[in-house]
């Protein structure tokens, strides 16, 4: 066998995990065997692009050729040995009639056999980061790969952290006509500015004056769904906690929306007048004692 692994893919030898992909997914799709019904040529060339892809895209089988490349040594010159001697080598422009997949095997070891059948393609894995309000209302997103494909991904509403969407056939092409594998995606989601999620729960961390925790209030409030309105009690406390029914995230599971919870944080400015000085001594006559109990 005289010709290249590279030169099968029209790729240079210093190309990327990525470039490598990327040929082989362009070749592979022009002679794939449904495209050609009937052409021995394009099935011929088919099976020397997956057989190439099969080795240059294993980093140990790629590092294994290279060095014997490097060294001068046709890593297939025991096919065409053979020939001499009964074998089947039938020449440089057809690889040999042994079979590429018992020739691919008796140099990298087993696998390339079942090549010759039907077989799915292998899957793909990579991540994709979306938003905390993408993963909260979900939505689609166009999103292009490294091997240059561009796909609408569409993202079901209440996913989490590390959810996984599988895209069906878009994976590696089929070997032999077989179908091809799958893209998983694993969902990577950002952290939101002020929303929190627990479970499918959200969680909001609410500014709130000093005088408004005293005598309560009604304040605009942001929830995934927009701006609603909200009523402090008086009194309330740093810490406290408001429910909001049905305003946190749909579960992917059973369609339920979880809550929101509203978390007071009593804020006092650093800087302040005479008469909020005046105003929070008055205050200070109330005999309550929040330190009431704390005696050791």
Do not use: W
Not at 26 to 55: C, S, T
Not at 60 to 84: C, E, I, L
Not at 165 to 185: F, R
Not at 239 to 248: H, I, V
């Amino acid at each position: 066998m005289d010709k290249d692994l590279y030169e099968i893919l029209g790729i240079k030898k210093e190309a990327t995990e990525g470039e490598i992909r990327k040929a082989y997914l362009k070749l592979a799709k022009k002679y794939h065997p449904d495209v050609n019904p009937g052409d021995k040529v394009a099935e011929q060339k088919f099976k020397e692009i997956n057989l190439a892809y099969e080795v240059l895209k294993d980093e140990k089988k790629r590092a294994q050729y290279d060095q014997m490349r490097a060294m001068g040594a046709n890593p297939f010159a025991r096919a065409r040995a053979g020939a001499g001697a009964g074998g089947s080598y039938a020449g440089p422009e057809g690889f040999d009639q042994m079979g590429l997949g018992d020739l691919f095997e008796e140099i990298f070891g087993g696998g390339f056999k079942r090549s010759y059948y039907p077989s799915k393609g292998h899957d793909r894995e990579s991540n994709l980061q979306i938003s905390f309000m993408e993963a909260a209302k979900g939505g689609e997103r166009l999103v292009q790969f490294s091997d240059g494909r561009r796909l609408t991904v569409k993202i079901p509403v209440g996913v989490d952290d590390g959810s996984k969407i599988k895209l069906t056939g878009q994976g590696d092409t089929g070997m032999s006509g077989g179908p091809a594998g799958d893209l998983i995606l694993t969902l990577r989601v950002a952290e939101h500015p002020f929303f929190k999620r627990e479970g499918n729960n959200v969680v909001l961390k609410l500014p709130v004056t000093f005088a408004e925790a005293i005598i309560g209030s009604e304040v605009e409030v942001p929830t995934i769904d927009g701006m609603v309105h909200l009523k402090i009690p008086a009194g309330i406390s740093s810490g406290q906690r408001l429910k909001m029914s049905g305003k946190g995230i749909q579960s992917a599971k059973t369609n339920q929306r979880g809550d929101q919870f509203v978390e007071i944080l009593i804020k006092v400015p650093k800087e302040v007048s005479e008469d909020y000085k005046k105003a929070a001594a008055l205050v200070e006559k109330n005999p309550f004692n929040p330190r009431e109990g704390l005696i050791v």
